[in-house]
């Protein structure tokens, strides 16, 4: 007879919280997050927890329980206000419910020496939520080229491979994939503008945009990319080893702060 594991003497699988974006469907509000991106976190190895929304006195009870955040990609922008911004077009859409607990999560997640993901939306965020600003429209700034995808194409398509990221030698990113170049998607129209003090540049686009940054000194691992690693990730090497990375990041932090768990 095959003898029972004892699940008390399990190592744990990390915990990633997730935060939720707002929609509404018909008459009535949801919490929702892409299946692609529970699918990244699982793939990294961690039991994903969305978070529909948190009141300010609820972060830290949240983070107490966790071992990483992913801030996830969304249709919405982060709203301009919080960079000192008007909003440029109204029909864009908005998610104020998500800036306003997200925004303070960011600094007290990389004060923990947490593990941090952002994508897309997610960096956004995050650089604004550290002080930066953005470009609320990157095709109309300067000398940058056009980031939004074709709605009009296949999501296969639009999600497909768009042009080269150059990453910042000697830095996390490079360092992770142990390549200078990789080809990334792009399905963006705000992009980031200025980078919040303290944060470092890890990968740019041929137009010069930031695709990528990190935080110096931060205790943790943090990274943020502008482009959407979680789409069909477990079929694309370079997602694979940002996915791997950051789950060897979530362990150490587990076993950091929680103790070596029993093999």
Not at 120 to 136: I, M, P, S, Y
Not at 192 to 204: I, K, N, Q, S
């Amino acid at each position: 007879m095959t003898k029972a594991l004892n699940p008390s003497v399990m190592p744990r699988a990390p915990v990633v919280l997730v935060p939720a974006c707002n929609k509404r469907l018909g008459e009535h509000p949801f919490h929702v997050v892409g299946k692609k991106y529970i699918d990244a976190v699982r793939l990294a190895g961690a039991l994903p927890l969305m978070v529909p929304h948190a009141e300010a006195d609820e972060i830290d009870a949240l983070l107490d329980m966790a071992d990483g955040v992913l801030l996830t990609g969304s249709v919405s922008n982060v709203h301009p206000s919080h960079f000192g911004q008007a909003v440029l077009d109204p029909q864009l859409p908005l998610d104020p419910l998500r800036d306003g607990w997200t925004l303070p999560l960011v600094p007290k997640v990389i004060a923990r020496g947490m593990p941090l993901l952002a994508i897309c939306r997610g960096a956004q965020e995050a650089n604004v939520a550290l002080g930066g600003t953005l470009h609320q429209a990157v095709h109309d700034a300067g000398p940058f080229n056009d980031h939004r995808a074709d709605d009009a194409r296949p999501v296969e398509v639009q999600y497909g491979p768009s042009h080269p990221v150059r990453l910042r030698a000697g830095g996390l990113l490079q360092a992770i994939l142990q390549q200078g170049e990789v080809t990334v998607n792009s399905v963006h129209g705000q992009g980031l503008d200025r980078l919040a003090p303290g944060l470092r540049v890890e990968a740019t686009a041929p137009d010069g945009l930031v695709e990528a940054f990190s935080v110096e000194g931060a205790p943790g691992f943090v990274l943020a990319l502008q482009w959407h690693p979680e789409w069909r990730a477990a079929d694309n090497p370079v997602s694979v080893q940002l996915f791997k990375a950051f789950g060897q990041a979530l362990r150490n932090y587990r076993d950091r702060v929680r103790g070596p768990l029993p093999a």
